[in-house]
């Protein structure tokens, strides 16, 4: 007897639980949204503005008039994913009833040329990115080179940005027709040819001393190109 009685109080408690849970849940649900917060999480400058995040959201609904429960909260994530300059979206509601929503954008390494004049970035996925109306990413103008190309040279392009002094130096990456990659330089009309996207960072080693002993013997402006196809050697072509 004494068991089927602790049974009961177990039962009762259980349901007192729940129903005490659908009470604050229906309740909870019933009340107007009170807010958005939206926060990106990556360290780029916006290339999607708060105000369309917000119409993603809601879709062009007004805040005031909606309630908890009648928000999807899947459905708008999805939404925000389906966006060309979102990389990952997270949404969802806080106890106080504010719509919460934690955005990383794309992060675009080049901007790629196409032959007929117009041009979109390449991402650090190695994926095609629209350009944006709100910020213009300072990354190297990229030729030469179509979708097969685009994860390799991602990969590259990440190594440039990573070389703090590649970085403030190159501004043009072009893929020559054998396969070849051809660096162009700010401030300086000397081109490098680093050959097939291997060893990067070696040749970048041997193409910064090359550049600081040319800067100290004076002598850099005289040279048109060099040569970083071999690992053990640096090739120079004056003017």
Known sequence: MKKIINILKILLLVIGILALYGF???????????????????????????????????????????????????RMEQKLRENPMVRKADVFLTIDGRLGAKIEQRDPVG??????????????????MPLSSVYA???????????????????????I??????????????????????????DTKLTALLGKPVAIEKKFQNFKA?????????????????NLKFNNQVIATKK
Request: hydrophobic residues 35%.
């Open 111 to 128: 901007r790629v040329q196409l032959n007929n004049g117009e041009s979109h970035y390449l991402d650090a996925d190695g994926l095609q």
């Open 161 to 186: 940005r990573e070389d703090e002094f590649m970085r403030k130096m190159v501004i043009g990456v072009t893929k020559k027709t054998n396969g070849d990659i051809e660096l162009d330089f700010r």
């Open 137 to 159: 990413a300072r990354v190297p103008l990229v030729n030469g080179i179509d979708e097969k190309d685009y994860p390799t040279m991602a990969a590259l392009l990440v190594k």
């Open 210 to 226: 090359f550049h600081k002993k040319s800067r100290k013997d004076n002598t850099l402006e005289g040279y048109a190109a060099v």
């Open 24 to 74: 604050s849940k229906a309740r909870n649900g019933s009340r107007t949204l009170k807010g958005i917060d939206i926060v990106f999480t990556d360290a780029n400058n916006p290339f999607i503005t708060h105000e369309t995040i917000r119409k993603l959201l809601l879709q062009q609904k007004n805040k005031d008039t909606l309630v908890l429960k009648d928000l999807d909260v899947s």
